[in-house]
């Protein structure tokens, strides 16, 4: 008998109908002979509703994180009781449970909280007895206030993630609109395939690469606690993508998949002294503004006047913030000027079998040089190259690489649109 | 400094704005010198539309009661949310407490459990630290199972005096859409006047006659724990009624109030042998059934047949239920036939004046009397007469004995709707 958690966003308990084909998913997979834990997000808009309720009474309800996470958590429960009672309902003896209950244990970071411990105690008793347990993703319990938390964007992937680990599932799946992790972006690269398996270090540099499918955090605990995941569509049979954690050897090729991310920007601080320690300066006062950093160059220094460029990316979204950190900072750093630009895009190439074969980037490089397109920005890590090109070429960019690699599929994907929270 | 409980029903927080006016009230307590502690319900519709949910995706909701416990309380979990960030916005410091954070422990009972114990450790420490604490009505929380319960109907009241005796509050006020308690139901009686205060021992036979302005098992925990209570309106600034369970002398009118009751019903079990203890077996069938019974008439045997009549009533809801269980003691118990009454009306009056008054059962009866109202059952405590009469006369028997007793106001009173949970 195995342990399957299975996690569904909250486009696929949408509405009524919506929750009862869960419920029927939900079933078949218990009657399978499994046991079942499921994960389950707020009903399509309710957090946006009760989001626009926080900004009609409050200025500023972020300034209030504790009593927001109070407000969100509320459409959980709702869901979480209703997919319980559509479950009984149907036949089937079924149990929700919230974070609290489920044993979700947090830091005390309202709005974005990170998971200290899971004990899932209440939720083995009910699987044990024969129950389907419905625990409410997205939120958790800090023990030190006895307040409730959230733990931010992705935040039900990583629930259930944590009560896999937690209760050593043998798989955690993840149901969403979309029916697998692909080769590219179907939106983007018509000719995307599904692919079958991927391991989860590969996964992890898709992700952290802009692929939207999965959130990166339920990734990273994924591989930290050997999770195997699975990525599904709540509206067919299809099998999925399965992502193995546990050291699973497989063959594959040695280019996985290919991820563009447009969120990007550029800031070049122009004229800084090329002196010992600067480089640390300008990136402490970047670091304190709260703003993860992506890529970085260092220009030469022209010699004759112990002057360099540094320029780095980051998120376009914290660039304003940025800008006006270093500005703050210019006296002090004593650099000349600051440039940025907001139209750059990221192209990377994944695949685990890059640790062992060469000639990875020379086929990116040379399929790049081919179409035209301009390589700002280089970065590398064992198993990715990204590339910072001019925004309007990287779409372009991704799908002669996608071809060049070999990753085209005989036909063009079917896309549907994503959510998920 | 006084230590103040202010509750708001559903329509008091039906929407932002509403919520903001709540706000401004509470924050206006605050400033005036108080500690406060506001006790809230789910806001207008927020149930209705929760138990919808329910229905379209369950047969039977209420076979799952568990799981609508822990759909309904996120009903308040919204609500005290957005009051807190209100009360944040508008520059006072506040906190939000579901049930269990606020400490109210009830028994298992899903959906009517009842308060064992308060516990508001929480609650105190907020309020010590000068901050509003808002806490979720109609909710506790069981620590046997570990579960979310519900109080039933009314439930937001009974949050609100048991969070008033467990904090040693000076007063419990109870806000909704009327602005006091009235000597009748001003849309029956339009010459009700507005009582400034009555005793609790009253308030409570008020209740049980009838009278919705209070829920009855609020009004009977704030008579054990002695909490002084106040019905003030959220819409104005009246004073409303204050009703002091501390031992305040006052002085009274014989006559507190007139209540009427149109959901009973009568039953009349005819035939039944008048022999010792068939009374007993016959209203242990209706106790085993679930029903309680109000008022109880056994006419004398017909000394021939030994034979005689037994007359009750009940709620008109559990008609059916008691009908069937009586039916199917029918034979072991011996009785000839049964014959039920829809259409009966109660009337009430009301007032711990009674006690050392006489001529008050005089001063009805001769009133309905030349009203031309027949008596079909009397019942009487300490402190009131209830009476019931055809359906169709006892609104005119409440006016005319509200006139008789010297309640009738000059004018005519103001009339809002009311609900509340």
Same mark, same amino acid.
């Given at each position: 008998?195995?342990?399957?958690?299975?996690?569904?966003?909250?486009?696929?308990?949408?509405?009524?109908?919506?929750?009862?084909?869960?419920?029927?998913?939900?079933?078949?997979?218990?009657?399978?002979?499994?046991?079942?834990?499921?994960?389950? =997000?707020?009903?399509?808009?309710?957090?946006?509703?009760?989001?626009?309720?926080?900004? #009609?009474?409050?200025?500023?309800?972020?300034?209030?994180?504790?009593?927001?996470?109070?407000?969100?958590?509320? %459409?959980?429960? !709702?869901?979480?009781?209703?997919?319980?009672?559509? !479950?009984?309902?149907?036949?089937?003896?079924?149990?929700?449970?919230? %974070?609290?209950?489920?044993?979700? !244990?947090?830091?005390?970071?309202?709005?974005?909280?990170?998971?200290?411990?899971?004990?899932?105690?209440?939720?083995?008793?009910?699987?044990?007895?024969?129950?389907?347990?419905?625990?409410?993703?997205?939120?958790?319990? *800090?023990?030190?206030?006895? *307040?409730?938390?959230?733990? %931010?964007?992705?935040?039900?992937?990583?629930?259930?993630?944590?009560? &896999?680990?937690?209760?050593?599932?043998?798989?955690?799946?993840?149901?969403?609109?979309?029916?697998?992790?692909?080769?590219?972006?179907?939106?983007? +690269?018509?000719?995307?395939?599904?692919?079958?398996?991927?391991?989860?270090?590969?996964?992890?540099?898709? &992700?952290?690469?802009?692929?939207?499918?999965?959130?990166?955090?339920?990734?990273?605990?994924?591989?930290?606690?050997?999770?195997?995941?699975?990525?599904? =569509?709540?509206?067919?049979?299809?099998?999925? @993508?399965?992502?193995?954690?546990?050291?699973?050897?497989?063959?594959?090729?040695?280019?996985?998949?290919?991820?563009?991310?447009?969120?990007?920007?550029?800031?070049?601080?122009?004229?800084?002294?090329?002196?010992?320690?600067?480089?640390?300066?300008?990136?402490?006062?970047? &670091?304190?503004?709260?703003? #993860?950093?992506?890529?970085?160059?260092?220009?030469?220094?022209?010699? #004759? @006047?112990?002057?360099?460029?540094?320029?780095?990316?980051?998120?376009?979204?914290?660039?304003?913030?940025? !800008?006006?950190?270093?500005?703050?900072?210019?006296?002090?750093?004593?650099?000349?000027?600051?440039?940025?630009?907001?139209?750059?895009?990221?192209? =990377?190439?994944?695949?685990?079998?890059?640790?062992?074969?060469?000639?990875?980037?020379?086929?990116?490089?040379?399929?790049?040089?081919?179409?035209? +397109?301009?390589?700002?920005?280089?970065?590398?890590?064992?198993?990715?190259?990204?590339?910072?090109?001019?925004?309007?070429?990287?779409?372009?960019?991704?799908?002669?690489?996608?071809?060049?690699?070999?990753?085209?599929?005989?036909?063009?994907?079917?896309?549907?649109?994503?959510?998920?929270?």
């Amino acid at each position: 008998m195995a342990l399957i958690v299975q996690k569904f966003g909250g486009s696929s308990v949408g509405d009524a109908e919506k929750i009862k084909l869960v419920a029927k998913r939900v079933i078949e997979t218990h009657r399978a002979g499994n046991q079942v834990v499921v994960v389950v =997000s707020a009903m399509g808009d309710t957090t946006d509703d009760l989001l626009e309720l926080a900004n #009609n009474v409050s200025d500023d309800p972020e300034a209030t994180p504790r009593e927001l996470d109070m407000l969100l958590t509320a %459409g959980e429960r !709702i869901s979480v009781a209703l997919l319980s009672m559509a !479950i009984n309902s149907m036949g089937e003896k079924s149990r929700s449970f919230s %974070g609290l209950q489920a044993g979700i !244990i947090t830091d005390s970071t309202y709005g974005n909280a990170r998971i200290a411990e899971v004990t899932p105690d209440r939720v083995q008793e009910a699987i044990d007895k024969g129950e389907i347990a419905i625990v409410a993703g997205f939120q958790g319990f *800090d023990p030190t206030s006895g *307040d409730i938390t959230t733990l %931010g964007r992705g935040g039900s992937d990583t629930t259930a993630v944590a009560l &896999a680990a937690g209760l050593n599932a043998d798989v955690c799946e993840i149901y969403s609109d979309v029916d697998g992790v692909y080769t590219a972006d179907p939106r983007s +690269v018509p000719r995307a395939k599904k692919i079958d398996s991927i391991d989860i270090e590969s996964m992890l540099e898709l &992700a952290a690469a802009g692929a939207k499918i999965l959130y990166i955090r339920a990734v990273e605990f994924a591989r930290r606690h050997k999770v195997d995941l699975r990525v599904r =569509s709540s509206f067919t049979d299809n099998p999925g @993508t399965t992502i193995y954690s546990s050291g699973e050897t497989m063959e594959e090729s040695i280019v996985a998949g290919v991820a563009v991310d447009q969120s990007q920007a550029k800031i070049t601080v122009v004229g800084i002294p090329d002196v010992p320690g600067k480089a640390a300066e300008l990136f402490t006062v970047v &670091a304190e503004a709260g703003i #993860n950093i992506d890529m970085i160059v260092q220009n030469v220094a022209v010699s #004759n @006047t112990k002057l360099s460029d540094i320029s780095f990316t980051l998120l376009a979204e914290d660039l304003k913030k940025a !800008i006006q950190a270093l500005e703050a900072a210019k006296d002090h750093m004593g650099f000349a000027s600051l440039q940025f630009d907001e139209s750059i895009g990221k192209l =990377s190439v994944v695949g685990s079998g890059m640790k062992t074969h060469s000639g990875v980037s020379a086929t990116l490089f040379g399929a790049l040089a081919k179409a035209g +397109v301009n390589i700002e920005m280089i970065s590398t890590s064992e198993i990715r190259i990204s590339v910072i090109t001019r925004s309007d070429q990287v779409i372009e960019a991704a799908r002669v690489v996608h071809s060049a690699f070999g990753l085209d599929g005989d036909t063009e994907a079917v896309v549907h649109a994503g959510t998920g929270r």
